[in-house]
């Protein structure tokens, strides 16, 4: 007789489980000071906003960057008439004579400024009101906001003060604020303390660019010293005559004026960070820099600025004025300027060395460096404008 007997079921094969594998971020292996370094790299203010929501330790960490880039987007207004691009258009229209230039330093300078004022000097500006205007970044960053056809703006002044440490500024405008012709050249650069401590300005009634069939550079150097030398650097009679002296003292003027209005609208910041070592404000043009290095941005916080009663700018003291000029002016690179002009202010006041014109020379960037430099082996005019 067969007898069943109950066998248990084999015992099943036991796989070991795969090692579990955690992924790694190689970020939390960097120490604070590499990622610190990383952050002053990208600068951008908006990029270091998108930063701040990637993760906690990213968000304490922006905060402690030292140096920073505010690029200022647009200018919002409900008067189409204040914009720059229609105050370009009716300076292109109007071109040619002295009060077309006129209205352009009236309308090309003051109204933009009003609106940076205004940007800057407010928390929080409404774009739906009545003649309301401002400049504005878009973007992702924290701080006051502005609604404008569902897209939000926010303030520069706002933004920063999401930065504790902040000790390098650089904030730029989408355009200048002088309004020029096509081909004409204007450029200036100025630094401040409480009030203006010098200013570089370079124009020429036209450029014209270099002929890509040049040689060498060599005998673009030999031509430019032999244009150079052709006439003894007196200004010519014609000069005085046919309203070059005066658009000259126009665009010195319009420079100032921009230059003045810019260091005003900057106090805010500037009494806020305290830490600061240098502050650029410049546009995208590359129009116009204002300037400020540790010395004048604390001097500024403690002496009181003069305000120009007519607007909301700092007051311009009294200046003394050194003006060269060249007819035609060809650069090594074969750009030629014509009308080429160079002026370089200081207050009536200072105690600096009047012969020293190094600061004068190296205010611009190439090729306009090589022009300044040029420029002042010419003969020296000498001119004096009153405090406005």
Known sequence: MA????????????????????????????????????F???????ALGRCCVVSRRFHSLVPQVDNVVVRVDCVISDDDSSSLSSIKSRSAASAGSFSAIFRLVVGGIVKPLQALGQFLGTKRSSCGGSGSSSLSISGDDEGGEIEQGGVTHHSPTQVLKNFDEIRYLRIELPSGE???DDGVLLKWRAEFGSTLDNCVILGASSVIQPNPMRISQAVDTTIVEASASDDNGSIPESF?????LKLRVVWTISSLIAASARHYLL??????????????LTDSDGQGVLCMNRDQLEELRVKPLSASSASKRTLVPALNMRLWYAPTLELPDGTVLKGATLVAIRPSESKKEVSDISWVSSAFEEPYETAAKMLVKRRTYC???NSF
């Open 240 to 244: 005085y005559t046919n309203g070059g």
């Open 267 to 280: 106090q805010p910041i500037i009494a806020e960070h305290k830490t600061l070592d240098s502050l650029v």
């Open 383 to 385: 001119l004096e404008m």
């Open 40 to 46: 002053n790299k990208i600068g951008d203010v908006k």
């Open 178 to 180: 002088l309004g020029i």
């Open 3 to 38: 007898v069943l007997i109950p066998r248990s079921d084999p015992p099943s094969r036991i796989h070991p489980e795969p090692p579990q594998t955690l992924e790694i971020d190689h970020f939390d292996r960097l120490p604070d000071s590499i990622l610190l370094l990383v």
